[in-house]
């Protein structure tokens, strides 16, 4: 699951680091100032172990963090609720890290 780390972004730049289909929801995120972007990228859904090396890639959680991807499972939000972290979603369907490897082995 590919993902970059983007630091020391200034908010305002932010929509123009984001792919097409999240773009639209950056108006929905707080706050001024500079933010940390971990922007996911490839699978329609991202689940807790791939959060889980995000987060340890990034470090001690930076104020200002925004992680944005397609869809996160119940159980990768469920980390990222364990962060100071915005979180940007192309959808709202409601994954756990089974349900969607169950679907995936099919």
Known sequence: MPFT????LARARLPAALPPRLRERAPLLRGAGSVTLV????????GSREVAKALARL???P???????????AEAQALLAGVPAELLTEGEFFWTDQSF???RQL
Do not use: C, K, M, S
């Not at 780390?5 to 020391?8: E, G, S, V």
């Not at 104020?63 to 499972?73: C, E, I, Q, R, Y």
């Open 59 to 61: 470090g001690p959680p």
């Open 39 to 46: 922007l996911f990228r490839g699978a329609e859904v991202i």
């Open 101 to 103: 490897n169950t679907i």
């Open 5 to 8: 780390i983007t630091r020391d």
């Open 63 to 73: 104020a200002g963090l925004v992680v944005a991807g397609p869809n996160f499972t």
